[in-house]
């Protein structure tokens, strides 16, 4: 039987936490000390913890499973520690919110994933394997995530040219008139201030393809079936 890391944090949240509050604030850079281990800032510690129940989680799908990790001494002294400042809901929710998650593909074919939030970093395989880094994901997210690159990948490179295709069709169009047609021009100050706006996304590229401007100063798309002057 395999659980999940996200299961796993569930487990250990509902076991020692039935009565914890979470405090409105946490100052992540205060300095505590770890009973028989020493001195850490919050951050620090949870930092530290996130990645020890990151190699629990990994421990537990194991076959048979091992829970060496989840019955080490320092990680228990660790959440006690956390616990006693109200600052342990950070490390069981590091992961809830992927949408704070940017993955970037590198050129060796790996990719690095930063999280927003914590400010952690990961770098992982294509097939979601975790190779370095603080920032440590279930294999399900990180595949998850990188498909999401994959696919946003094809969808801008498909609103790219189709962009390119408005323009090199409003420009044949402008070099004179054709079977009645009004000459146009295509206006790529226009585009450019389109694309700018909101970050050059796909639905920007589409709405910038409507930078061919007629005579009278209105613009339209020449891919659009009533796109004209």
């Known amino acids: ?30 300095e505590v000390m770890i009973d028989g281990y020493g001195s850490l800032t919050l951050g620090q510690i949870q930092k530290r913890m996130a990645k020890m129940l990151a190699d629990a989680a990994e421990e537990a799908q194991q076959e ?39 993955v970037k593909a590198l050129p060796s074919g790996h990719y690095r994933f930063f999280d927003l939030k914590s400010k952690l970093q990961g770098l992982y395989t294509k097939d979601g394997e975790h190779k370095s880094g603080d920032l440590r994901l279930s294999k399900n997210k990180a595949e998850d995530l990188i498909d999401n690159l994959k696919e946003n990948e094809t969808v801008l490179k498909e609103s790219l040219d189709y962009f390119d295709k408005s323009r090199d069709i409003c420009k044949r169009r ?15 100050d226009h585009a450019i201030k389109i694309l700018n706006a909101s970050g050059r ?29």
Not at 19 to 29: F, G, P, S
Not at 69 to 92: E, R
Not at 174 to 188: K, N, P, T
Not at 201 to 227: I, V
């Open 201 to 229: 996304r796909p639905e920007d590229y589409r709405e910038a393809a409507k930078s061919c401007q007629c005579q009278n100063g209105t613009y339209f798309d020449p891919q659009e079936p009533e796109g004209g002057c």
């Open 64 to 102: 048979p499973p091992s829970f060496r990790t989840l019955n080490n001494g320092v990680l228990i002294a660790m959440y006690k520690t956390l616990k006693d400042h109200n600052a342990t809901n950070d490390i069981f929710l590091k992961e809830a919110d992927s949408t704070k998650i940017q």
């Open 174 to 188: 402008g070099s004179g008139y054709r079977d009645g047609v009004e000459m146009v021009r295509w206006d790529q």
């Open 1 to 30: 039987m395999s659980i999940t890391k996200e299961q796993l944090n569930n487990m250990i949240k509902e076991e020692l936490t039935s009565a914890l509050k979470e405090a409105d604030e946490v100052d992540l850079n205060k």
